[in-house]
Protein backbone atom coordinates (compact mmCIF):
# COMPACT_ATOMS: atom_id res chain seq x y z
CA UNK A 1 0.00 0.00 0.00
CA UNK A 2 2.73 2.45 0.84
CA UNK A 3 4.82 1.60 -2.37
CA UNK A 4 1.65 2.60 -4.41
CA UNK A 5 1.08 5.74 -2.81
CA UNK A 6 4.58 6.89 -3.21
CA UNK A 7 5.15 5.34 -6.24
CA UNK A 8 6.02 8.39 -8.18
CA UNK A 9 8.63 11.10 -8.84
CA UNK A 10 7.57 13.10 -5.44
CA UNK A 11 9.16 16.04 -7.24
CA UNK A 12 7.80 16.39 -10.28
CA UNK A 13 4.06 14.37 -9.19
CA UNK A 14 4.97 12.31 -12.43
CA UNK A 15 4.92 8.04 -12.41
CA UNK A 16 8.09 6.32 -12.17
CA UNK A 17 9.50 4.42 -14.55
CA UNK A 18 8.72 0.92 -14.02
CA UNK A 19 12.89 0.27 -13.33
CA UNK A 20 12.92 2.44 -10.57
CA UNK A 21 9.26 0.78 -9.01
CA UNK A 22 10.69 -2.39 -9.34
CA UNK A 23 13.99 -1.25 -7.38
CA UNK A 24 11.97 0.26 -4.64
CA UNK A 25 9.89 -2.56 -4.05
CA UNK A 26 13.35 -5.03 -3.94
CA UNK A 27 14.16 -1.99 -1.23
CA UNK A 28 11.35 -2.31 0.77
CA UNK A 29 11.61 -5.86 0.86
CA UNK A 30 14.83 -5.96 1.61
CA UNK A 31 14.03 -3.75 4.67
CA UNK A 32 11.26 -5.84 5.68
CA UNK A 33 13.79 -8.75 5.55
CA UNK A 34 16.30 -6.75 8.33
CA UNK A 35 18.55 -7.08 4.67
CA UNK A 36 20.23 -3.78 5.46
CA UNK A 37 23.22 -4.05 2.77
CA UNK A 38 21.21 -5.25 0.28
CA UNK A 39 18.69 -2.36 1.10
CA UNK A 40 21.69 0.21 0.84
CA UNK A 41 23.19 -1.01 -2.61
CA UNK A 42 19.79 -0.68 -4.13
CA UNK A 43 19.72 3.08 -2.63
CA UNK A 44 22.83 3.57 -4.49
CA UNK A 45 21.34 2.21 -7.32
CA UNK A 46 18.51 4.22 -7.19
CA UNK A 47 21.13 7.24 -6.77
CA UNK A 48 23.17 6.12 -9.45
CA UNK A 49 19.69 6.13 -12.11
CA UNK A 50 19.18 9.81 -10.68
CA UNK A 51 16.77 9.19 -7.82
CA UNK A 52 17.12 10.09 -3.99
CA UNK A 53 14.79 7.61 -1.94
CA UNK A 54 13.54 8.84 1.83
CA UNK A 55 12.14 6.40 4.31
CA UNK A 56 8.58 7.89 5.93
CA UNK A 57 5.87 6.18 7.91
CA UNK A 58 3.88 6.16 5.19
CA UNK A 59 6.62 4.44 2.60
CA UNK A 60 9.37 5.18 0.52
CA UNK A 61 9.57 8.98 -0.79
CA UNK A 62 11.31 9.07 -4.36
CA UNK A 63 12.35 12.13 -5.80
CA UNK A 64 14.58 12.50 -9.05
CA UNK A 65 17.70 14.44 -8.52
Known sequence: VGLEAHAFD???R???PDEIKKL???REK???DQ???KA???????SD???EIGDSDAGP?????
Not at 40 to 46: G, P, T, V
Not at 61 to 65: A, I, T
Request: glycine share 4%; net charge neutral; proline share 3%.
Open 10 to 12: AQL
Open 14 to 16: QPL
Open 24 to 26: VAE
Open 30 to 32: ARR
Open 35 to 37: EWE
Open 40 to 46: DEIRNQL
Open 49 to 51: SGY
Open 61 to 65: LVVRK
